[in-house]
């Protein structure tokens, strides 16, 4: 093996601890990009799904930007992202969509949230409360869930017009 490539699953939250750790992976080990999962950029949403802030993915995203420069490299990161998540709202949609936009990102990796059994977002997703007991917004029909999908990923015919 002449070389090993990292293309997805790293933590960015955790490895902007670790900023030689990072610089090493940006500069060696990325081959051009790399998928993180910021799942949304709404701090609302972020704290229901105990993810950190916005500022960590901006703060990751300029380090990462920065380190290419250095390296001379052009690279991308692609974000993996998720609509109708429990507290998520169409205005947190759009609010992400115009994030997206601002950097002229077309996301190809969303997914619709999907209840997971023993967890804490589908206990939220069932109950219509957060943590701590608030009641939330919750996108559970098709059509609501659907609207709040579209916002990010139009389908293909939409996106030609």
Not at 103 to 127: D, E, K, L, S
């Amino acid at each position: 093996m002449n070389h090993v490539r990292v293309a997805s699953g790293i933590r960015y939250d955790l490895g902007s601890l670790d900023n030689p750790y990072l610089r090493s992976l940006v500069r060696e080990f990325v081959g051009g990009q790399l998928k993180v999962a910021p799942e949304h950029l709404c701090d609302p949403v972020l704290r229901l799904m105990r993810k950190p802030a916005r500022a960590s993915f901006e703060a990751f995203l300029q380090f990462f930007e920065e380190e290419s420069r250095l390296a001379g490299k052009e690279q991308y990161v692609v974000p993996y992202l998720i609509s109708a998540f429990p507290g998520c709202t169409d205005s947190d949609m759009r609010e992400l969509a115009q994030w997206l936009q601002q950097r002229n990102w077309r996301p190809r990796q969303v997914q619709c949230f999907i209840p997971t059994p023993g967890t804490v977002a589908a206990a939220m997703f069932y109950a219509g409360i957060d943590t701590e007991e608030k009641p939330i917004f919750v996108a559970r029909t098709d059509r609501d869930r659907l609207r709040q999908h579209r916002i990010l990923a139009p389908p293909a015919a939409e996106s030609n017009t």
